[in-house]
């Protein structure tokens, strides 16, 4: 590739990115009280959104349905062709519609707007037309006019596809705020996700259980070293009968073996160990885990239950899961 393709292609990528950010940076500017009172409206009902659109509006409005669910706002997309052939009967009256059309004379949503009003429904709009028919005939109109495409042909939705996707996330993250909705709540909608396994899952759900690195106070390096290579942790935990004395690593014996070397075999375990090794109750969640870690600067940490007795190992890598 020579250098001036290479040029041509940041320049096209760098002026359609540009085109897109000043369009935005317009509608923010403009917002105002209809925007309000959609974010009321929706606050207000007992219902669900009902996103429709057609063709790319009509992929955005699923986005935005995808995203008012996982954000504590229930919502669904209705396909508007669908709909005139049956499906209308997935609106209940305290719905909320939200239909998206940029010229706002999409054949397909305007068809289905007689049963919206007579149904009893707000119809929010999103369009880049405030005189176009579908905006003239809702109860609330969101204005996502932009001055041009960002495709150089100026034809394929692009610059006009990313503002209704942008006011979308602003409904939705305007109406997490006054839900008050929590990163538990997020946790809850998204069990199957990193961030609600580590909210949710307790300690015990995670942690290493079985065949725990154990060893005595006075056993020799040798046998150390053997147990910590069996127990697959990169650690071995010291105890006295049922008492914890420290913790081992991997890490300790390789620094042992650098620095004392010839008379590494003849040192006992607590003689590198770690004392009070930091712990956990099993029934603490991942997230709290998690921030121990982070917060002593360690992988791992020893699970004991109510009587401080050894029940357990959690490390980094089974919460990061």
């Given at each position: 590739m020579t250098q001036d393709n290479r040029r041509q292609?940041?320049?096209?990528?760098?002026?359609?990115?540009?085109?897109?950010?000043?369009?935005?940076?317009?509608?923010?500017?403009?917002?105002?009280?209809?925007?309000v009172r959609a974010v009321e409206s929706i606050m207000g009902s007992s219902g669900k959104v009902i996103m429709t659109g057609m063709g790319k509006s009509g992929l955005v409005a699923?986005?935005?349905?995808?995203?008012?669910?996982?954000?504590?706002?229930?919502?669904?997309?209705?396909?508007?062709?669908?709909?005139?052939?049956?499906?209308?009967g997935m609106i209940?009256?305290?719905?909320?519609?939200?239909?998206?059309?940029?010229?706002?004379?999409?054949?397909?949503?305007?068809?289905?707007?007689?049963?919206?009003?007579?149904?009893?429904?707000?119809?929010?709009?999103?369009?880049?037309?405030?005189?176009?028919?579908?905006?003239?005939?809702?109860?609330?109109?969101?204005?996502?006019?932009?001055?041009?495409?960002?495709?150089?042909?100026?034809?394929?939705?692009t610059t006009s596809t990313t503002a209704q996707l942008a006011m979308g996330d602003a409904l939705a993250v305007a109406l997490m705020k006054l839900r008050n909705f929590t990163s538990m709540d997020y946790a809850r909608l998204h069990?199957?996700?990193?961030?609600?396994?580590?909210?949710?899952?307790?300690?015990?759900?995670?942690?290493?259980?079985?065949?725990?690195?154990?060893?005595?106070?006075?056993c020799s390096a040798t046998e150390m070293?053997?147990?910590?290579?069996q127990g697959g942790l990169g650690l071995i935990v010291i105890c006295r009968g049922e008492k914890i004395l420290?913790?081992?690593?991997?890490?300790?014996?390789?620094?042992?073996?650098?620095?004392r070397r010839a008379e590494f075999f003849n040192i006992k375990p607590m003689d590198i160990a770690t004392p009070s090794p930091k712990t956990i109750h099993p029934d603490e969640k991942l997230i709290e885990a998690e921030k121990l870690m982070t917060r002593h600067k360690v992988n791992s940490l020893l699970v004991v239950n109510n009587e401080q007795r050894l029940v357990g190992v959690i490390q980094i890598y089974d919460i990061k899961l």
């Open positions: 292609i940041l320049d096209v990528a760098r002026e359609t990115l540009q085109t897109e950010a000043d369009a935005l940076l317009r509608i923010k500017n403009d917002l105002g009280d209809e925007f699923k986005k935005i349905a995808a995203t008012l669910a996982s954000t504590g706002t229930p919502s669904f997309y209705m396909h508007p062709g669908e709909a005139f052939h049956g499906d209308l209940s009256s305290c719905d909320i519609v939200i239909a998206l059309s940029y010229s706002g004379e999409t054949d397909e949503v305007l068809k289905i707007v007689p049963f919206i009003h007579d149904n009893g429904n707000t119809l929010i709009s999103m369009t880049g037309n405030p005189n176009s028919s579908l905006a003239k005939n809702s109860d609330i109109h969101l204005d996502v006019a932009v001055e041009h495409e960002a495709c150089i042909l100026h034809l394929a939705p069990p199957g996700g990193s961030l609600g396994r580590r909210l949710l899952m307790t300690v015990g759900n995670a942690m290493r259980r079985n065949d725990l690195p154990i060893i005595n106070e006075e070293i053997q147990r910590m290579s420290g913790i081992v690593t991997d890490g300790d014996v390789r620094r042992a073996m650098e620095s």
